[in-house]
Structures are given as structure tokens and as C-alpha cells.
């Protein structure tokens, strides 16, 4: 069976870029969400959806960081214009549900660089 | 105030020999899940057991098991008969059974696992 498929699966950019990171979550899976790992922040919550609806995006940093869900299959997060601060592993997580008890399965990550 | 506490930054454990990361939780919600990941070297986070604050037995996957102590709001991993595979990076986490943030995760700091041969 398919994970959760990441891509790209690392990615070097100049700061002032616009950054595309995407996610195809596991087939029947109805919650989606992403993360970021830094070392002096650990994982972060940036955004979840629920049925492609986004339900909590608090940790979002700021403007400059968006997500979208257009379908069940698919969602992208986008940076624009990136820093270099916003360099981090992403990572893209899929459950079966938005309840306390469905298991959050993550993608491989993607490694963004921002110069 | 932290929601989840991996108090162990590093630790070492002999191969074959069992081991345990200490994880507490801090939260006023009496429906909560605690879930544990590894990610090894190579970045994938793994997850590898589940505990729900309901549940009345400690969680078990092979040679995972959770010490779930629900009165003192811990949830440690026992990784019994280590392997050098085991060396990893373990994180802690749970999710808070409030209404449609059920699916928010809060995760711990992680604990670096190393096995020696």
C-alpha cells in the first residue's frame, strides 16, 4: 500500500522564491496535515484539514505561508516569498479521521534550503 | 506550559537489553490519545503505538509496550530486547479529545536512542 507521497522530496531555493511543497495523502484518508521540524522548534503544527476543509491553521507563521486542499487526493503548501528562516523539513501527515484516536501516518518529508 | 514532557534528551541502552523513555502529559481534557513515533536517521517519522486514555490495559506491539500511568500522566515506551535498529530519535504525543480539534497533535522534544553492540 501507498504512504503518504511527498514531493519534492528536498528542495534548494534563494530567498524571495516562491515555494511548492505537495502531498498526496494516504487513499481513504479523510484528515491532512502538515508539519515542520526545525531544532529549535521541534515538530510544529502548521495547518490540518478535515474533509478538505481547513480546521485549524494557528500555527501557520505568517502571511507568507499558505495550504490548500482542492480535493480528497491532494494539497499543497505554499511559501512566497521564502526566507531562510523557513528553511525546515516539511512534513505531510494523513489520518483516517480528525478524532483523538486515528493514527497520524507522515510522508517522508521534504528538506527545504532556502540560501 | 510544555503539554508534553521528554525529559531524557539522550539515552543509551546495551543490545538486548530493555529500555524505557519517559514521557509525561499535561492536560485538564479527560479524553486524550498518547501516541509515540520513531524517526531514525533517515527522517521518516514511524508510528509505532497507541494508548488511549480510556483504555484499561497498557498498550502492547511487539516489543513496544507503553507504562501508561494515568494518575501521574505518564506514558513511557518500553522497547524490550533492543536492537541496534532501534537507534533512533522517540517522540512522544497526544491528541486532546476537544470537540473538532480532536486532531490536533502536541508532540515532545524527542529522546535520542542509541544501542550499543
Known sequence: ?115 | AQKITQTQPGMFVQEKEAVTLDCTYDTSDPSYGLFWYKQPSSGEMIFLIYQGSYDQQNATEGRYSLNFQKARKSANLVISASQLGDSAMYFCAMREGRNTNAGKSTFGDGTTLTVKP
Not at chain 1, 3 to 19: C, D, F, L, N, Y
Not at chain 1, 70 to 84: G, M, R
Open chain 1, 1 to 115: 500500500d501507498a504512504g503518504v507521497i511527498q514531493s519534492p522530496r528536498h528542495e534548494v531555493t534563494e530567498m524571495g522564491q516562491e515555494v511548492t511543497l505537495r502531498c498526496k495523502p494516504i487513499s481513504g484518508h479523510n484528515s491532512l496535515f502538515w508539519y515542520r521540524q526545525t531544532m529549535m522548534r521541534g515538530l510544529e503544527l502548521l495547518i490540518y484539514f478535515n474533509n478538505n476543509v481547513p480546521i485549524d491553521d494557528s500555527g501557520m507563521p505568517e502571511d507568507r505561508f499558505s495550504a490548500k486542499m482542492p480535493n480528497a487526493s491532494f494539497s499543497t503548501l505554499k511559501i512566497q516569498p521564502s526566507e531562510p528562516r523557513d528553511s525546515a523539513v516539511y512534513f505531510c501527515a494523513s489520518s483516517l479521521g480528525g478524532t483523538l484516536t486515528d493514527t497520524q501516518y507522515f510522508g517522508p518529508g521534504t528538506r527545504l534550503t532556502v540560501l
